[in-house]
């Protein structure tokens, strides 16, 4: 079963497949922000909408791995990425739709009416004004000068850098209650009245190379 609804660009519900549905399935990566519409619109029809959560990677993966078995009517993402990877591996329905065609500019759709968007997010480029002029970000294509090449990349590995000391790491960990990675940052005292924690050793890499395979057997076992 091919999603019926979709989403592009920053997020996109996309219209039901049968005005007969009594509920609509939704694969949705935007945590926050929905509810209203789903409130309103089943307010108006009568349909439920039930939500699955998740990341965009994860929902794409799980929609593989469940193929043709898959309860998903609609899948709702922030990231257009892996909305075409998703169309690419042929998960998503064309949706003849007059009403999407007059109301969602052609920039937002997909060409084959796969996907819709319904909102645009504004991109802001932060910049130290005693360095860098205004006018050399303009238009966006100027961050790509070679003259940029490295300056980048420096601060965020210098950023990357920071969050990883014990310090910063503390400071996430404590909010909500996490183990920090860096083995010399301390843990909170709630934390560590929880005892030791056994860490796998297992390289992370791993839970995306054995996500689908994960899927499947949580599907199989009936996990929810």
Same mark, same amino acid.
């Given at each position: 079963m091919r999603v019926l609804g979709l989403i592009v660009l920053i997020a996109a519900l996309g219209p039901l497949g049968t005005a007969a549905a009594s509920e609509v399935v939704v694969y949705t990566a935007r945590h926050s922000g929905q509810e209203p519409a789903i409130e309103a619109f089943t307010k108006k029809t009568g349909i439920h909408v039930k939500l699955l959560a998740g990341s965009t990677g994860e929902l794409f993966e799980r929609l593989k791995a469940e193929g043709e078995k898959t309860p998903a009517d609609i899948l709702l993402t922030v990231d257009a990425g892996n909305l075409w990877n998703a169309a690419r591996a042929g998960l998503l329905s064309?949706?003849?739709?007059?009403?999407? #065609?007059?109301?969602?500019? #052609?920039s937002l759709r997909d060409p084959d009416n796969r996907s819709f968007g319904l909102t645009v997010r504004a991109r802001t480029i932060m910049y130290h004004t005693g360095k860098v002029k205004s006018a050399e970000l303009s238009p966006y294509e100027a961050l790509g000068d070679p003259k940029w090449k490295g300056r980048n990349r420096a601060s965020a590995i210098k950023f990357q850098e920071f969050l990883s000391t014990p310090e910063v790491q503390q400071m996430f960990a404590d909010v909500a209650f996490e183990f920090p990675a860096n083995p010399q940052a301390a843990v909170n005292p709630v934390v560590a009245k929880w005892e030791k924690f056994k860490q796998d050793d297992i390289n992370i890499a791993s839970a995306?190379?054995?996500?689908?395979?994960?899927?499947?057997l949580a599907d199989r076992a009936g996990y929810k």
């Open positions: 064309k949706i003849d739709s007059a009403e999407l #065609a007059s109301k969602v500019p #052609a995306g190379e054995f996500q689908a395979a994960a899927t499947r």
